[in-house]
């Protein structure tokens, strides 16, 4: 009965002393919270300014967007003053003013349809600068213009007519009529 009693006791006593945590470890487990916390909330400040900036950018293109409408209805209401008073001038004056006067209609008509159309197509120049699209680069384009060595070895086997040029490159006929140049990796390149 003694070594069970002295037994449990000495297993009471490893489980205590392994079940206590040290003291590193509750300071590792500590600084690892904090960090997890401190990147979380430099990334919830970062999320924010971005769209801030998503918001300042959407509120600026719909400010012109604005205003290219209210330049598109003052355009429209100064044409539609214009088109009344001369058809009131068109109402009084006789055959030949009234031909003039159907003139300066048709021509501020013409102005307003141009305003009209310019305003438009500021507006599409605005809309298509905030969205980014793919373009070359002037560098890339002037690479894809560079003449390799790989094609002008394949323009001296070309047999066929040179008929032209085509972005600084020989444009060649083939036995069926297709028209195509020798691209930089000395391949053919059809052309509509």
Same mark, same amino acid.
């Given at each position: 009965m003694k070594k069970i009693a002295l037994l449990g006791l000495s297993l009471l006593f490893t489980?205590?002393?392994? =079940?206590? *945590?040290? %003291?590193?470890?509750?300071?590792?487990?500590?600084?690892?919270?904090? #960090?997890?916390?401190? /990147? !979380? $909330? =430099?990334? *919830?400040? %970062?999320?924010k300014a971005v769209d801030k900036k998503v918001?300042?950018? #959407?509120?600026?293109? /719909? !400010? $012109?967007?604005? *205003?290219? %409408?209210?330049?598109?209805?003052?355009?429209?209401k100064e044409t539609d003053e214009k088109v009344s008073k001369a058809k009131k001038e068109v109402k009084s004056n006789s055959a030949s003013e009234k031909g003039q006067a159907k003139s300066t209609t048709g021509k501020a008509k013409a102005e307003a349809n141009k305003a009209e159309a310019k305003a438009k197509s500021e507006t599409k120049t605005k809309a298509t600068e905030t969205k980014t699209k793919v373009k070359k680069t002037e560098v890339e384009e002037k690479e894809d213009l560079k003449e390799t060595a790989t094609?002008?070895?394949?323009e001296k086997k070309v047999k066929d007519k040179v008929?032209?040029?085509?972005?600084?490159?020989?444009?060649f006929t083939g036995p069926r009529g297709g028209k195509y140049y020798i691209n930089k990796n000395g391949n053919k390149t059809y052309i509509d």
């Open positions: 489980l205590g002393s392994l =079940a206590q *945590e040290t %003291k590193t470890t509750k300071e590792v487990k500590k600084a690892t919270t904090e #960090k997890a916390e401190k /990147d !979380k $909330k =430099a990334a *919830e400040k %970062k999320k918001a300042d950018a #959407k509120k600026d293109q /719909d !400010k $012109k967007v604005k *205003e290219a %409408k209210e330049e598109i209805s003052k355009a429209k094609s002008k070895a394949a008929t032209g040029e085509y972005k600084g490159k020989k444009v």
